[in-house]
Nanobody
Framework: QVQLVESGGGLVQPGGSLRLSCAAS????????MGWYRQAPEKQRELVAT???????NYADSVKGRFTISRDNGRNTVYLQMNSLKPDDTAVYYC???????????WGQGTQVTVSS
């Protein structure tokens, strides 16, 4: 069974940076998409960024140019580098692993990001 463990959240001032990490353990298919989603209070969960097993990336318009998703295949870890953070980025950030050949979607427990002065 795959497990995802996120880390790196915290409190940062507007304009600051944070890097989130998501480490996956267990058997992972060769075809997958890993990504970050976020959910702010009283709002629906939304996509932030994804990266496929082939290396293709996708970003929400609201984070393009500020956030970068990357991966370390050897460590089964995905990162989200967040720069120029804004108060609107405040949310719980969740890591996700989608393995279509297995028909599974796995979520991490979430990590809080708060952008405030």
């Amino acid at each position: 069974q795959v497990q995802l463990v996120e880390s790196g959240g915290g409190l940062v001032q507007p304009g600051g940076s944070l890097r989130l990490s998501c480490a996956a353990s267990g058997r992972i298919s060769s075809i997958y998409t890993m990504g970050w989603y976020r959910q702010a209070p009283e709002k629906q969960r939304e996509l932030v960024a994804t990266i496929t097993s082939g290396g293709s990336t996708n970003y929400a318009d609201s984070v393009k140019g500020r956030f970068t998703i990357s991966r370390d295949n050897g460590r089964n870890t995905v990162y989200l580098q967040m720069n120029s953070l804004k108060p609107d980025d405040t949310a719980v950030y969740y890591c996700n692993l989608d393995q279509p050949r297995r028909g599974t979607r796995t979520w991490g427990q979430g990590t809080q990001v708060t952008v405030s002065s």
